[in-house]
């Protein structure tokens, strides 16, 4: 779909203002002291990774996205800072502001530095890397069934495990707010 | 032109950012929003991965694999959900029975 979008300008121009806006909300919802606020900042950044993943052709997992991050995750979580909200004291910073920061920065720079440093396209095919490999482009358009095909017989065993997972989270939820009845 | 480098370095921002806020937040809701900007920082770089670097070898047999890396993010999307649910669950829980959801005030599992 994106052979002929992904060196253009405006592709550029857009994952920039999409990477500009999603960092921005990043940062809103690790510094704001009203959690509601802080929440609608991570609907924002929820929606811009969204984008992204539409400009990487995984349009599927962006639908994904929208669905359970922007739809159902924060729906939980503003559910919660409403059951729970601390109105007097808000959501202050601790006292590891400082060394947390450095860390995060440092941690920043490191992976920084080692993938500005890598040549990636020793990696894969020089081909794939602009999107006029042979029939990808079908795969790429047309990746739903694609994707089931591959959960339901190469991923089969970890799909199980994940509806193992999913059931055991939702039995240990329901056991520990139930309460002593 | 956008390459894999430039997702893969905004992956490594909005993984920096939610590392702060997990670090620095009082509030265990707030703490639990930076683990959700970890999960999705991951999930960005590993299809931006699977994009950008699937080999020819994988890929030419069968090109339903060029989308394993959006497989294992959904993997991940499914994983994150869970620990949500919990994490809210435990939260409660806290504050039921402390009254407070500081994560600095938590420690009735201190010896």
Redesign the interface.
């Known amino acids: 779909m994106t052979e002929g979008i992904?060196?253009t300008p405006v592709?550029?121009a857009v994952?920039w203002v999409l990477?500009v806006l999603?960092?921005a909300c990043?940062?809103l919802?690790?510094r704001l002291q009203d959690?509601v606020k802080?929440?609608m900042a991570?609907i924002g950044?929820?929606l811009g990774?969204a984008a992204?993943?539409v400009?990487?052709?995984?349009e599927?997992?962006a639908i994904?996205?929208v669905l359970?991050?922007a739809g159902?995750?924060s729906i939980?979580?503003i559910?919660?800072?409403m059951?729970?909200r601390?109105t007097q004291?808000?959501?202050?910073?601790?006292s590891?502001?400082i060394p947390?920061?450095m860390?995060?920065?440092a941690?920043?720079a490191i992976?920084?530095v080692v993938?500005?440093d890598t040549r990636?396209d020793l990696?894969?095919?020089a081909a794939?890397?602009t999107g006029v490999?042979e029939?990808?482009e079908?795969?790429?358009s047309d990746?739903p069934p694609?994707?089931g095909?591959?959960?339901l017989r190469?991923?089969v065993l970890?799909l199980q495990a994940?509806a193992l997972?999913?059931t055991a989270?939702?039995v240990?939820?329901i056991a520990?707010?139930r309460?002593d009845q | 032109?956008?390459?894999?480098?430039?997702?893969?370095?905004?992956s490594?921002?909005?993984?920096?950012?939610?590392?702060?806020?997990a670090?620095?937040?009082?509030?265990a809701?707030?703490v639990?929003?930076?683990i959700?900007?970890l999960f999705?920082a991951v999930?960005?770089a590993v299809?931006?991965m699977a994009?950008?670097?699937?080999?020819?070898a994988l890929?030419a047999e069968r090109?339903?694999?060029?989308?394993?890396g959006?497989?294992f993010?959904?993997?991940i999307?499914?994983?994150?959900?869970?620990e949500?649910?919990?994490g809210?669950?435990?939260?409660?829980?806290m504050?039921?029975n402390t009254g407070?959801?500081?994560v600095?005030e938590a420690s009735s599992m201190r010896r």
Not at chain 1, 55 to 58: R, S
Not at chain 2, 51 to 56: A, D, L, M
């Open positions: 992904a060196g592709f550029t994952w990477a999603t960092v990043a940062v919802v690790v959690l802080a929440a991570l950044s929820f990774i992204l993943f400009m990487l052709n995984a599927f997992l994904v996205q359970v991050y159902a995750v939980l979580l559910f919660g800072i059951m729970v601390d004291r808000g959501s202050q910073a601790n590891l502001a947390a920061a860390l995060a920065t941690m920043l992976i920084a993938v500005l990636w990696l894969g095919d794939l890397a490999a029939g990808a079908g795969v790429y990746s694609a994707i095909g591959l959960l190469e991923f970890p994940a997972l999913l989270t939702l240990g939820a520990l707010v309460g | 032109m956008i390459g894999l480098d430039h997702f893969l370095v905004l490594a921002v909005l993984f920096s950012i939610g590392l702060y806020g670090l620095t937040r009082k509030n809701i707030a639990l929003m930076s959700e900007l999705n999930n960005v299809v931006a994009r950008y670097t699937t080999p020819v890929a090109l339903e694999t060029l989308l394993t959006q497989v993010a959904l993997f999307v499914t994983v994150a959900a869970a949500v649910a919990l809210l669950a435990i939260v409660i829980m504050y039921r407070s959801v500081h600095d």
